[in-house]
């Protein structure tokens, strides 16, 4: 059983940063793919970055060049590092993770991954 921890969520102005952490239990956690999807309010759950074992990364359209997903496996800890945000990025940002045997793999479905955190909010006002 894993337990992820999000923080880092607020308030900021179209344009500005946020870097969200994912604190992951456990000491298996270099095993572990992991991603962070979002909600806004009435819409599904929206891929938005993941990292695999080894590293590869994977971001939706949307936030390419903007958003950097890392990982630091010493910390158990999952990274979100959002730049020049937008307003349509306001929603609950969930940290999610999977054991996966395969180094190279991530997911891009919620359905793919077995834990997740409780979210964290961020809000970005025009």
């Known amino acids: 059983q894993v337990q992820l921890v999000e923080s880092g969520g607020g308030l900021v102005q179209a344009g500005g940063s946020l870097r969200l952490s994912c604190a992951a239990s456990?000491?298996?956690?270099?095993?572990?793919?992991m991603g962070w999807f979002r909600q806004a309010p009435g819409k599904e759950r929206e891929f938005v970055a993941a990292i695999s074992r080894s590293t590869s990364t994977y971001y939706v359209d949307s936030v390419k060049g903007r958003f950097t997903i890392s990982r630091d496996n010493a910390k158990n800890t999952v990274y979100l590092q959002m730049n020049s945000l937008k307003p349509e990025d306001t929603a609950v940002y969930y940290c999610?993770?999977?054991?996966?045997?395969?180094?190279?793999?991530?997911?891009?479905?919620?359905?793919?991954?077995?834990?997740w955190g409780q979210g964290t909010q961020v809000t970005v006002s025009s």
């Open positions: 999610t993770g999977v054991l996966s045997a395969s180094t190279t793999w991530y997911g891009r479905s919620p359905s793919q991954y077995a834990y």
């Open positions: 456990g000491r298996a956690f270099r095993g572990y793919a």
